[in-house]
T-cell receptor
Framework: AQTVTQSQPEMSVQEAETVTLSCTYD???????LFWYKQPPSRQMILVIR??????QNATENRFSVNFQKAAKSFSLKISDSQLGDTAMYFC??????????????FGKGTLLTVNP | EAGVAQSPRYKIIEKRQSVAFWCNPI?????LYWYQQILGQGPKLLIQ????????DSQLPKDRFSAERLKGVDSTLKIQPAKLEDSAVYLC???????????????FGEGSWLTVV
């Protein structure tokens, strides 16, 4: 079974600084997807960024970027120019293909990020 | 484009009572998921539908939980009888599964908060 590990239960950063959240995963699959989701206190899961395993180029979305190391099975999220609105739980998630067009998404336990003014 | 709709947003019931949650996925999304998220943890998949068929219900406590997706669109998740440990946020999500290069991003609703007292 796939497992996703987020080793940092909590992190904090000053506004405008850069922070990196860690994620490792365990799989024997060669084709899969990785995601970072943000969950503010409202509990809505918001997609931050996605990475296809077959792509070597790291994904970026504005202030958010990832460092995808396939051999090391590592998928970290870097948030640049942190803003107060970035305060939330961040979940790393792994998606594999079950068969056909069915996919399964597995989440880590999350990292609580607090951005301080 | 409308997102995943869920209702009710909040529900408080006594143990041994029953409750039902409703979900309307994004139009055209064939795959629908129900996740349970207990406070302080990552979401756990309860059941996954592909159209109106069940793909995975391995973590659904079938003695008290049931779910259906008639006509392959809306879905209902029922708990009867509820236990204290069922207090959680129930997240519905959907995706458009057409193959490896389609995106397969899972989009979440705002969740239904359940408190069992």
């Amino acid at each position: 079974a796939q497992t996703v590990t987020q080793s940092q239960p909590e992190m904090s950063v000053q506004e405008a600084e850069t922070v990196t959240l860690s994620c490792t995963y365990d799989t024997s699959e060669s084709n899969y997807y990785l995601f970072w989701y943000k969950q503010p206190p409202s509990r809505q899961m918001i997609l931050v960024i996605r990475q296809e395993a077959y792509k070597q180029q790291n994904a970026t979305e504005n202030r958010f970027s990832v460092n995808f190391q396939k051999a090391a099975k590592s998928f970290s999220l870097k948030i640049s120019d942190s803003q107060l609105g970035d305060t939330a739980m961040y979940f790393c998630a792994f998606m594999k293909q079950r068969g056909g067009s069915n996919y399964k998404l597995t989440f880590g336990k999350g990292t609580l990020l607090t951005v301080n003014p | 484009e409308a997102g995943v709709a869920q209702s009710p947003r909040y529900k408080i019931i006594e143990k041994r009572q029953s409750v039902a949650f409703w979900c309307n996925p994004i139009s055209g999304h064939a795959t629908l998921y129900w996740y349970q998220q207990i406070l302080g943890q990552g979401p756990k998949l309860l059941i996954q539908f592909q159209n109106n068929g069940v793909v995975d219900d391995s973590q659904l406590p079938k003695d008290r939980f049931s779910a259906e997706r008639l006509k392959g669109v809306d879905s209902t998740l029922k708990i009867q009888p509820a236990k204290l440990e069922d207090s959680a946020v129930y997240l519905c999500a959907s995706s458009f599964s057409v193959g490896q290069n389609s995106g397969n991003t899972i989009y979440f609703g705002e969740g239904s908060w359940l408190t069992v007292v």
